[in-house]
């Protein structure tokens, strides 16, 4: 979350809204990861059969985690630009 936001945790500074999309943001990526990994993503299995349907060329899971990240602090104020 620290290369999304420039912080590790909840910063006193910030209000509760901030905060908690803060969290939100967190369980987001953590959901992500936990269903799709940090490889592509895309695909099932059931038994011995296997589909790969992969959502474009370059997904990945970490894509997705930080999308779903992003999505959670959008109009916050926290999408860190890398300037301070």
């Known amino acids: ?24 943001a967190v369980c987001a990526a953590a959901d992500a990861f936990a269903e799709y990994g940090e490889g592509r993503v895309g ?7 296997s589909v790969t349907n992969y959502r474009d060329e370059g997904t990945t899971g970490a894509e997705v985690a930080r999308e779903a990240a992003l999505a959670e602090l959008a109009g916050t104020g926290l999408c860190w630009s890398g300037v301070r």
Request: aromatic share 12%.
């Open 43 to 49: 695909g099932f299995s059931i038994g011995s059969f």
């Open 1 to 24: 979350m620290a290369s999304i936001t420039g912080a590790r945790g909840v910063r006193d500074d910030w209000d509760a809204e901030q905060a908690d999309a803060w969290r939100r």
